[in-house]
């Protein structure tokens, strides 16, 4: 197994802040976070790479599910969810999520979210691939995300000159600190962050945010990736800072490729635009290149199946065809009906040349979301103490092998709750004492941002969308050959700055991602092994992963309980 760096090279911290609770991220999840916390802490700090409105939360096209129809119940939500996690869901967090889950969403209302209505004034509820029921609420048609940021990010911005709450905009955390080891070696409890803000936040260069809790909230990891639907500052940031501080992560070799991203070529990089699964809900078609649909011949809810089923699918039919795209049929929705249901959608393809009222359009497999994550409990408290985990940085066993059509809102909305909560009851009670951070053993690791394309490359030829003993290896081999001393290398032009750290984070995650794929000799969910086919009753059980105290990748098996 491959050895990690502990710490992220850089400077001395040269100033502190200090909180009871520091909050990292301004997704859901984080806003979710905050303003719980605000209100049951003395002091909290609410860290983010942006600005507050610039979460990954923003991109979510389709909805949030929740049983909120009359007919419908969360014991059916259950059951889909379960279906779509292919077995390995942890069903106590699943039950979590669909009990809670509809409260949490009239808070959202409560807040000021203005979801869209039906004509009786209700919340419209619509369907995507795996439900069986209509359950998912939506904001603007397609712009869910973007009006549930605008709603936190409001609340937050009217309590933001309370002196119990600070944000800091700009600022990418580099390392969880941890108190001192314990008698294992491993690290102990957190106690903090370090953080470097970027121009225009309020504190300037690395400095040390201290607190009795921590609680990350920072998305995903898409930018391991040569192409995905996450944003840029998708590089994965919040898992390698666990891991470095002793955290067992979890399901990371799980990922989800969205089926329906819009294709403009196999030289386009960077984030590409999503066509929502709300698409296929209402009823779109797909088409391989011949004009054939083909998912009826594949599963019974055709194109609503689970989306690694559609995905695999797809990746079939480009094989058979020849071609690198099928295409995606909603001309017979009508055009009123398609340019009011999605606005958004409709006007991003028009930048494109693309009429999805007249067109069909191009679209293939692309990196979307990541089910794996921090391990954590049903208080999202992860394996080190102090330290906790919401939204798609957590592996909270909601999702298991595969994450089912607008959960991931809900998940960020619910769990990050029951984290503010539980940290705001341990820190009154005083269980998480402020403890006094040590420097971890060991030098600290720094790739070269140019080496982050190669790094990508390795990632989608290797861990993507279908993987295989001899290109895992491949990528194994290839990601064990980047330099993760580029500060001391000879030659060698990197220094200690944004582009790369998120670069070493994207790295540590990609070898992480890359081992534990190669480790499942199985299909299932996100994961799908050409020479492993099929799943295997044998591997229901969570792959998780941890440094040992010399640094070396540490990877198991654990019951799902």
Same mark, same amino acid.
């Given at each position: ?136 609420? @939506? ?5 869910? /995300?973007?009006? #549930?940021?605008?709603? &936190?990010?409001?609340?937050? *911005? %009217? =309590? $933001? ?96 490729? @969205? ?5 403009? /070529?196999?030289? #386009?990089?960077?984030? &590409?635009?999503?066509?929502? *699964? %709300? =698409? $296929? ?281």
């Amino acid at each position: 197994m491959p050895r990690m760096a502990a710490t992220l090279a850089a400077p001395l911290a040269g100033w502190v802040a200090q909180a009871d609770v520091v909050v990292v991220g301004s997704g859901i999840a984080g806003l979710t976070a905050a303003l719980e916390l605000r209100t049951r802490v003395p002091r909290v700090l609410l860290v983010t790479k942006g600005v507050l409105a610039s979460g990954s939360t923003v991109w979510a096209q389709g909805g949030i599910a929740a049983a909120l129809d009359p007919e419908d119940s969360p014991a059916a939500h259950l059951a889909d969810t379960l279906t779509a996690g292919a077995g390995l869901c942890d069903p106590r967090a699943v039950e979590v999520l669909v009990t809670e889950g509809p409260e949490r969403v009239r808070e959202l209302v409560a807040r000021g979210t203005n979801f869209d209505l039906d004509v009786a004034g209700g919340l419209a509820l619509t369907r995507e691939g795996g439900h069986h029921a209509d359950r998912i609420v @939506h904001a603007g048609g397609d712009a869910t /995300g973007a009006e #549930v940021s605008r709603a &936190l990010v409001a609340q937050l *911005e %009217a =309590v $933001r000159a309370d002196p119990g709450i600070e944000v800091i905009e700009h600022a990418l955390v580099l390392d969880v600190l941890t108190a001192a080891p314990g008698p294992d070696g491993r690290p102990g409890p957190a106690c903090g962050v370090t953080l470097h803000v970027i121009g225009e936040g309020s504190r300037d260069g690395v400095g040390a945010a201290l607190g009795r809790a921590v609680i990350l909230a920072t998305g995903g990891i898409g930018q391991v990736y040569r192409s995905s639907t996450n944003p840029a500052q998708a590089t994965g940031d919040g898992i390698a800072a666990a891991l470095r501080a002793g955290a067992t992560i979890g399901d990371i070799e799980f990922v989800q490729f @969205h089926p329906t991203v819009l294709w403009l /070529g196999s030289g #386009v990089r960077g984030q &590409l635009t999503l066509i929502s *699964e %709300a =698409v $296929r809900g209402e009823g779109a078609l797909l088409l391989d290149t011949d004009g054939v649909r083909f998912m009826p011949d594949v599963h019974p809810m055709a194109e609503l199946a689970p989306r690694d089923v559609v995905a695999h699918a797809m990746v079939r039919r480009m094989e058979a065809t020849g071609a690198d795209h099928v295409l995606l049929d909603a001309r017979h929705l009508g055009s009123d009906f398609l340019r009011a249901r999605f606005p958004t959608i409709c006007e991003r393809l028009l930048e494109h040349g693309i009429d999805l009222t007249t067109d069909l359009v191009p679209v293939a497999p692309a990196q979307h979301y990541h089910s794996g994550g921090v391990v954590t409990d049903l208080s999202g408290r992860s394996t080190l103490r102090g330290l906790y985990a919401a939204g798609e940085v957590a592996c909270t066993g909601v999702h298991g092998a595969n994450r089912l059509a607008s959960n991931s809102l809900l998940e960020g909305l619910v769990f990050s709750y029951r984290a503010a909560r539980d940290a705001a009851t341990r820190v009154a009670a005083d269980e998480l004492p402020q403890r006094d951070p040590v420097d971890r053993p060991g030098p600290g690791a720094l790739v070269a941002a140019a080496a982050r394309s190669r790094i990508q490359r390795a990632a989608s030829a290797g861990p993507g969308v279908v993987r295989s003993a001899d290109g895992l290896l491949r990528a194994a081999v290839d990601l064990g050959k980047v330099r993760t001393d580029a500060h001391l290398a000879v030659g060698v032009v990197a220094a200690p700055q944004v582009a790369e750290w998120e670069t070493t984070n994207v790295h540590q995650v990609a070898t992480v991602l890359t081992e534990t794929a190669l480790a499942r000799t199985e299909s299932r969910g996100g994961h799908f092994r050409s020479d492993f086919p099929l799943p295997d009753d044998a591997w229901r059980v969570r792959l998780v992963a941890r440094l040992a105290p010399d640094g070396t990748l540490e990877v198991s098996r654990a019951e799902i309980e």
